[in-house]
């Protein structure tokens, strides 16, 4: 039988990652995901020895790299004692089938790789639900590649083998547990609906952005909470709400999955109750890592994803820059006359531009070192109180009376003074 998961068997798994530059991607930027990868790698308890990279037009459609780099991996992999080859781009069965026998090792393609962390990470039967769905999605096409140990015999009248039996029962039993877990996960959004619809007419803030930006440490600080940080991609996998009171304004936080590049579709899928979550948003936090060099790109992606996956790019957001305190940059020589470089351009420079890009809706912080958090709080404070007033219109004047008075402390001592008589000292 199939095996329920795709989990990694083994920590600190010694492995190499493969990419390709083509006419969409340069090496600068295959460079970039690798990095990528060997973090996510990382994450998922593998230990990346080296990496190959070849260059051609496109995939090869067989072996995704060429013939000779192909037999090159498979040298090194032989003498350096790997166990696990990670391919940045999906491959297809047929790729995979191939690679492996010549590799003769596992073979895992960046979307395996993303869903086994999520395996790892799924905390709650939600979370585990959802993961399990799009496990077996990716599966299911790739089942035949699985059943390579029971040989086929030659086609014909009484001359099937017990494989093709085998993959057909396979096939009927992941078919059947889809189904299941879609319908698992019908109930799940009816009951997500159920505590939305329950937490009555507060305004709703959604912190999104990349993944390890920094948004759970962001969460933890503003609602003094626990939610779990750590830094690893995808360290928070379930969606956490809380409620946070700024001055005289209750509203509710929501932290959710952090995004990444090429996010397979069949994760977005399984995900809809999560991504809920920020569609329901009155507001959006976009939290940035501005620490990181290719910080803009991963801006884009965000995004791009808010945009068609969620439905919210046309939603309110506060760009907040985190990470500040990690911020690096070298000088440009004044000599020098090639254009600057991001790795050139000052942390102050980068306000400048973006706040007057933004008409100041944006705000530089470091979660981890607790700078400029009260700079973020008024911005949240008064983003928040546009939304309430602008649903419960009555409670405009209630605000102007609380801003002129020294003696009360909230709208609901106004409130209950305006109700009982009291005089307020004001008119």
């Known amino acids: 039988m199939l095996d329920d998961n795709i989990i990694l068997e083994e920590a600190n798994e010694r492995t190499v990652l493969v990419g390709l530059i083509t006419r969409d991607q340069s090496e600068s930027k295959v460079n970039e995901y690798l990095d990528e990868l060997d973090f996510l790698a990382h ?5 990346p020895t080296s990496r190959f990279i070849q260059k051609l037009d ?5 072996t995704y790299v060429g013939t000779g780099k192909l037999q090159e991996i498979a040298d090194y992999v032989e003498k350096n004692d790997i166990g696990l080859v990670i391919f940045d781009d999906d491959l297809s ?12 090792v596992k073979i895992l393609d960046r979307t395996s790789l993303i869903l086994d962390i999520f395996a790892k990470r799924a905390q709650t039967a939600t979370a585990r639900t959802q993961v399990e769905l799009a496990q077996y999605q990716y599966l299911l096409p790739r089942l035949t590649r699985m059943w390579t140990h029971l040989e086929r015999q030659r086609g014909g009248i009484g001359m099937r083998g017990p494989g093709e039996t085998q993959i057909e029962t396979d096939r009927r039993i992941i078919l059947d547990k889809i189904s299941r877990l879609k319908a698992e996960l019908k109930d799940i959004d009816k009951q997500k609906n159920i505590q939305r619809k329950n937490r009555g007419k507060l305004t709703r803030v959604a912190l999104v ?3 390890n930006v920094g948004k759970s440490t962001l969460m933890n ?4 909470s626990d ?6 991609l995808f360290a928070t996998l ?3 709400v809380r409620k946070v009171t700024i001055e005289n304004l209750p509203f509710l936080l929501t932290d959710t999955v952090g995004f990444i590049r090429k996010l397979p579709t069949h994760l977005v899928d399984s995900f809809k109750s999560t991504l809920d979550e920020v569609r329901d948003a009155d507001l959006l936090v976009h939290v940035v890592d501005v620490s990181h060099p290719n910080f803009e790109e991963q801006i884009a992606v965000v995004e791009k994803t808010l945009n068609d996956v969620c439905g919210a790019g046309d939603k309110p957001v506060i760009l907040v820059f985190n990470k500040i305190d990690a911020f690096t940059y070298t000088p440009k020589d004044p000599d020098d006359l090639t254009p600057a470089t991001r790795e050139n351009i000052s942390l102050d420079e980068f306000r400048r531009t973006w706040m007057a890009k933004l008409n100041n809706n944006c705000v530089f912080i470091s979660a981890k070192e607790k700078v400029n958090i009260d700079q973020l709080k008024d911005m949240l404070y008064e983003k928040a109180k546009e939304i309430h007033i602008r649903r419960f219109p009555y409670n405009d004047f209630l605000y102007q009376t609380y801003d002129d008075t020294d003696s009360l402390e909230t709208v609901d001592d106004v409130l209950n003074s305006l109700e009982s008589g009291t005089d307020t000292g004001n008119d």
Do not use: C, M
Request: glycine letters at 6%; proline letters at 8%.
């Open 209 to 211: 952005g990349y993944t």
């Open 238 to 240: 379930d969606t956490t």
């Open 221 to 224: 600080l503003l609602s003094k």
């Open 58 to 62: 496109y995939p090869n459609p067989r």
């Open 93 to 104: 069965p047929k790729q995979v089938a191939n690679i492996e026998k010549e590799l003769k």
């Open 43 to 47: 994450t998922a308890g593998a230990e």
């Open 227 to 232: 939610v779990f940080a750590e830094n690893k």
